[in-house]
């Protein structure tokens, strides 16, 4: 009897890639079920798989609730390049090791984990500072969505110039409809404890003034494209409500496109002639697929004073790009080709954060691990086989639910989407499209 992994696919268009990747390289050797939120608060009484990756310590919390309750060997893959540097560093050590306040808890959770797939040394560092026991169980692979094994795939087929959107206003714009005096209220608590560049008031007025800021400047970047004939394609945050976009493009003069829900962000990127994004770690992407890019975190001298020196406002991959400081600058320069250029510098950074140039056999270390280390036949198990069986099932019911509701107009986000039969098919099949 083959064993069984279970990939937890947090975020549709981000994951997607390297759940599809991951079971082209391992679909032989073992049996492969995704899961997603839809499916956190059933895994406790589905404890039937003999591996389990999650993105986060925080994923695998919110499914088990307590460490006893998960069975399977656990591994965290991250799903984002949260930079290393000095600055920031302490978000992504937050990241790998969790936010659990209780310090028992937390040491519990974190020896159950059986190791790390980490992009790059910063990450490795990070964790090493943390505990040198858990550097020890930590493997570093590089960016999983960066694989040779995907860019086969990576050809732009259309002939018109296409612009991106990379949007990311999941705060004023959350994909659960979360309201904003709720927003508002946890920046207030300051859970992270998270430090501005513009004072050290635990507030939360700086996210929402760059955010403002920020969608402010995409309105006057849609106008000048839409006046060159251009109709740029706004990709939205995996945390935004797409929904809104639609109901906001109706009710607008405005004329944009919204990416396709089931296209995986490595391949939208690679649609686009030009991508233009605030500071985000999709700027690592834009880098390694070697897009043509512009950050518009320049387009006004206030925003670096409201920026939070533990998020991506700092993140030292944006000096390596494009950064115009007006929107009559980014006209001038809309049409000409600003690829960046990997200085010494910048391959240093990407060494650190996402392997380079070795981030192209990331899922190849991931394969030999496991297939080195776990890939040996497990006893048969009739109640396991059932009890997996129903969990499949049961995925297909809630798709159900939702093929119904998509018929009457609701549209699913990135972190809200069913796992149905056709999804299934869709990330087994990706190499056969």
Known sequence: MKKSIYFHIDEYN???IV??????????????????RLDEFRLKSYDV??????????????????????????????HESISGSTKVKRRL???????????????????????????????????KNYSKEISNKSIIVGHPRHDKTFYKKNNKNNKKFSVGLVSRFDRINIFDDRINFENIYNGWLDKFNFKYAFDNKRNVEHQFFNLVLDFRFFLDIILLLNKKKIIPEIRPHPRENRNN???????????????????????WINRQDLIICSASTSLYDCVLLNKNTIVIDSLSNERAKHGNLFLDDFDP???????????????KIL?????????????????????????????????????????FKADFNLSKLIKQKIFVITQNYIAFKFLIKRAIGFKEVSSIFSLGFSRYRRIKNYFND
């Open 14 to 16: 981000r994951d997607t």
């Open 335 to 375: 049409y000409q080709k600003n690829k960046v250029k990997f200085t010494h510098g910048l391959k240093k950074l990407l060494n650190n954060e996402v392997n380079y140039p070795d981030h192209n056999n990331s899922l190849e270390k991931i394969t030999n691990f496991l297939k080195t280390n776990h890939s």
């Open 19 to 36: 759940a599809a990747g991951l079971f082209k390289k391992l679909g032989k050797e073992f049996n492969f079920f995704f899961g997603n």
């Open 245 to 267: 976009w639609f109901k906001f493009r109706n009710k607008t003069n405005l004329d944009f496109n919204i990416g396709k829900f089931d296209e995986t962000f490595v391949d």
């Open 49 to 78: 798989f003999d591996i389990y990756i999650f993105p986060s310590l925080e994923k695998l919390e919110n499914a088990f609730k307590e460490p006893k309750n998960c069975k399977g060997k656990i591994f965290i893959l991250p």
């Open 317 to 331: 991959i944006i000096k390596y790009l494009n950064r115009p400081k007006s929107i009559k600058a980014i006209e």
């Open 93 to 127: 050590e937050l990241h790998l090791t969790g936010v659990i306040s209780d310090k028992v808890l937390k040491k519990k959770w974190l020896s159950k984990i059986n190791g790390f797939f980490l992009w790059g040394k910063s990450h490795y560092k990070v964790l």
